[in-house]
Nanobody, 126 residues
């Protein structure tokens, strides 16, 4: 049974930083591309960041480029380092995994992902 469990969310002042973690189990981690998405209250889920199986290829939403960084390790974890946080970053953040043939492709489309975590709340007061 595949499980993705996010952690690290919380309340942070504008300009602050948070590091989200996502622990995966029940899958061959190296065979999966990973992504982070977020959902603002009353809005649809949106892409934030993605990383390929190899960890070499990364992609970011324009709204977070230069502020957020995605990474992965060999212990079945993916991370989202969030710096210079803004009130508009307030959302529930989800990690996701998809089995990928290509080692170098970062998957940005949420409909391609097979597995999702439960989400972690990030709040940046205005």
């Amino acid at each position: 049974q595949v499980q993705l469990v996010e952690s690290g969310g919380g309340l942070v002042p504008a300009g602050g930083s948070l590091r989200l973690s996502c622990a995966a189990s029940g899958l061959i981690f190296s065979s999966y591309a990973l992504g982070w998405f977020r959902q603002h209250p009353g809005k649809e889920r949106e892409f934030v960041a993605a990383i390929s199986r190899s960890g070499v290829t990364k992609d970011y939403a324009d709204s977070v480029k230069g502020r957020f960084a995605i990474s992965r390790d060999n212990a079945k974890n993916t991370f989202l380092q969030m710096n210079s946080l803004k009130p508009e970053d307030t959302a529930v953040y989800y990690c996701a995994a998809v089995s990928a043939f290509s080692t170098g492709r970062a998957v940005t489309q949420d409909t391609e992902y097979q597995y999702w975590g439960q989400g972690t709340q990030v709040t940046v007061p205005s």
